[in-house]
């Protein structure tokens, strides 16, 4: 008899579903950082490049890059996506009455 395997429906947001603090504002610094990454191999720049651009060392870059995110706020990952040529929007609206509280949501 094969074994069963019991399947848990995410909620959408991986560091909720695994009881992380703060969720949406890591799963945005998540997707920023993504934007980040995806604009640096796009550009095919370095990471001493990426250094002197975004007016970092080259050790934090590579922390960017592999997702080390815990030393970069969404207001430094923001800024480093203007650095790199990127307009940022913030958009504030009302939250749906069905939620206890507002939410944070990157779209790129």
Same mark, same amino acid.
């Given at each position: =008899?094969?074994?069963?395997?019991? +399947?848990?429906?995410?909620?959408?947001?991986?560091?909720?579903? @695994?009881? /992380?603090?703060?969720? #949406? #504002? /890591?799963?945005?610094?998540?997707?920023?950082?993504?934007?980040?990454?995806?604009?640096? #191999?796009? *550009?095919?720049?370095?990471?001493?490049?990426?250094?002197?651009? @975004?007016?970092?060392?080259?050790?934090?870059?590579?922390?960017?890059?592999?997702?080390?995110?815990? #030393?970069?706020?969404?207001?430094? /990952? =923001?800024?480093?996506?203007?650095?790199?040529?990127?307009? +940022? *929007?913030?958009?504030?609206?009302? *939250?749906?009455?069905?939620?206890?509280?507002?939410?944070?949501? +990157?779209? +790129?």
């Amino acid at each position: =008899m094969a074994k069963q395997t019991r +399947v848990t429906k995410s909620s959408g947001n991986v560091f909720r579903d @695994l009881g /992380l603090e703060n969720p #949406e #504002e /890591l799963l945005a610094k998540a997707q920023l950082a993504s934007t980040i990454n995806d604009i640096i #191999e796009e *550009k095919g720049l370095t990471q001493q490049d990426t250094a002197a651009l @975004l007016g970092i060392s080259r050790p934090r870059v590579s922390r960017l890059r592999r997702g080390h995110l815990d #030393e970069f706020s969404l207001d430094c /990952l =923001m800024g480093f996506l203007t650095l790199l040529g990127r307009d +940022v *929007k913030l958009v504030v609206t009302r *939250k749906p009455r069905n939620r206890p509280t507002g939410s944070i949501q +990157v779209a +790129v």
